[in-house]
């Protein structure tokens, strides 16, 4: 009396592209089955008109019993939108205790949200990041902005470049 012995090891799931925008195909990559008295049929179906996950299920047979289920899950997502941030044109450098307004950002979609602050008091680089959210998805855009001392304009710094073995020195 012979019985089969079914091992998972005799199929596997062939590679995939498993999440698609919606709108798109979507082409099912299928299964491997490895022995020859095997074989599948495909359980599920991917709407890919509508956003969502979806399961497929490959019912793995032999002689039309069924001795195993692979299952691929595919995701349909909302396309993202071609979002456009563009800086305002701005002051990025000031003087310490110099007053800084901020030019703002315009966005082709959605609304700009700005964040970070610049400390006008405090020598040092900050940056203002603007953000806008559509479906889920956030889009940034940042300005640096140059906090600078006030150097003493009567002390002349001179710098000098002479050559020394194909490197320059200062």
Known sequence: VF?????PSACELLPGLDTVFAGESWTDGGVDLLDPSL???VVGDVDTENAGRY??????THEDEVVYTLKRIVNVVEPVALVTITLNPGV????????YVDA????NLGT???SGTVDIYSAGVYKVTYSVSINGWVFEKSR????VTVVDSTDTLQLVARKEDNDYEI
């Open 55 to 60: 399961i497929v299920e490959y019912d793995i």
């Open 39 to 41: 074989a599948y049929s």
């Open 104 to 107: 703002g950002a315009t966005t």
């Open 144 to 147: 640096y902005v140059y906090v």
């Open 112 to 114: 700009v949200v700005a």
């Open 92 to 99: 990025t450098t000031i003087l310490v205790g110099e007053d």
């Open 3 to 7: 019985s089969y012995i079914f091992k």
